[in-house]
């Protein structure tokens, strides 16, 4: 009797594409991955309703959903929609309180909305005004990783983000976070599996930690 195929929905983080998910391979006799693409979000849309549109994507019954940074949000509240086997956040945030100070300091004075979001359509135009290797390897990176550049998408995810006022924790919920992580430092997040030396893109450096460990804890009790 062959084993039951696992769905794997995977959600990229901020304006970010699937490819940083190019190098996660899962056994294909028992694992089959899906790719969660951003959409455009319709004028003043809740980060709820947003989810709900999202999971018109879910085809799929029983399936693990895992995100990454605030595609590890926006899973969360797709599984309030849908029920999951399982429920997996990377380099992300369980409840409103594990967002680092800076981002608590931001929604309170509404900094946020100060962010010029449409620079972000123009990224190669900074290219050129790259000075150093670790700037240029940065914007490769960007090239590469983001594409999502609509200022309106950009404004709506940061004020999501920093306005998310989630106070409950999901039962059941699997955090994986390294504690290099300089986007939400490590000291603020409780009850995760710690990644040793995994910065926020950790879902890309270290992927072959993932490949190794995400079967045995997708599929444990």
């Keep these: 009797m062959s084993q039951e195929l696992i769905h794997v929905y995977l959600m990229p983080g901020m304006a970010a594409s699937p490819l940083i998910f190019e190098n996660i391979k899962l056994p294909e006799a028992h694992f089959q991955i899906h790719l969660l693409e951003w959409m455009i979000p319709i004028d003043n849309e809740s980060l709820r309703d947003y989810a709900l549109r999202m999971c018109q994507h879910i085809k799929h019954e029983n399936i693990v959903l895992l995100g990454v940074s605030f595609g590890g949000v926006l899973v969360q509240e797709m599984a309030k929609h849908i029920t999951p086997r399982k429920l997996i956040i990377v380099s992300s945030v369980k409840s409103m309180f594990e967002l680092p100070k800076r981002m608590v300091i931001a929604k309170a004075t509404k900094a946020y909305k100060l962010v010029p979001t449409q620079l972000a359509a123009n990224i190669d135009v900074f290219e050129k005004y790259a000075v150093g290797e670790v700037v240029k390897k940065r914007i490769e990176l960007y090239q590469k990783y983001l594409s999502v550049n609509d200022s ?53 450096n270290k992927y072959k930690w993932f490949n190794e460990n995400l079967p045995k804890i997708i599929l444990q009790n």
């Design 152 to 204: 309106r998408y950009l404004s709506w995810a940061i004020e999501q983000m920093l306005c998310w006022n989630q106070t409950e924790v999901p039962k059941g919920i699997i955090h994986i976070h390294g504690d290099a992580d300089g986007v939400f430092p490590i000291k603020n997040i409780k009850d995760c599996i710690v990644l040793k030396n995994g910065t926020h893109i950790a879902v890309i």
